[in-house]
């Protein structure tokens, strides 16, 4: 689903947000989890509630997920899901409020429950061929914050490994003509770009024996042991787009989001931030995907990135055998 006009003529009121809930949870058609009967009575005056016809166990559609027992609208909760998946610059609680009619305090508790549905889950470990670097938010031009200094309490290093999954006819050549979108993706914020912090990230992140590449800063030399790591000369930055061009992508619209939806973070705010939430906004607006991220979806090979850099596509090359 992309347009919002598409948005709206699919979930028009609260029935056919419900039917939706209910295929979901009912793929093949109801079936009651204490007797297993399949014809259920919706329920008039709770409509979100089915009742099996055989046990007259009552079921309801939003039992156990973020919707449970809310009162307030489910095509509002689903065009706040629709706005946070669909905007990289970030949807903060005061605009759902503007745009929902909602209190603020009912804005901010559906942006939360929905960016904590979309936590991380350590069972789904990356895979493929990921992209791995790192970077800082805050604390520009402030003599504390030079080079990698995080002296500045306003400056944090921050982590991504992304899958790369290739663009389907729809979204063209992908991120910067590389032929790749973003698949699943993880955040952490660091203490240090130290070999233990940022290994530490990796190995926890990343299904040991995947494909990764990073940079050539010396940090990740030790993730050789466990990962097929290719390390790619940047030449100063210069080949960044053709040697990882999609982890900066993300990067970008990371701090877009933190901007659009915080206004900027104090270090010890952004460490209390779920980064999964941040995941799925951010990748879900660089590969313009669903949100349901494609867990060890097949990769293939991925081309050769056009470079002026002679040093980076003999670099580049090993990754491609």
Known sequence: MSGFFEFIDRYVDEASCISALAALRWPAGFACAACGGRTAYQLEARPRVFECAG????????????FHRTHTPLRKWFAAAWWMAQDKRGVSALFLARELDLRYDTAWLIAHKLRHALSERPEFALTGLLEIDESYYGGRGKPASRGRSLADPNKSL???AVETVPASPRQGNGIKASRFVAGSARIAVLPSASAASLAGFVRSA??????IITDAFKSYDGLADGFRHYSIVQDGGKNADAVLPIVHVLFSNLKTWLNGTSM????????ATPASGITASIAAAASATSPAFCFGAPQPDRPLPTSNSSTAIKSMERCLH
């Open 55 to 66: 046990c007259g166990q009552q079921q309801s559609v939003t039992a156990g997920t973020v």
């Open 158 to 160: 921050m982590a991504i």
């Open 206 to 211: 990343a299904k040991p024996g995947t494909r």
């Open 264 to 271: 900027g973070l104090a270090r010890s705010t952004c460490r």
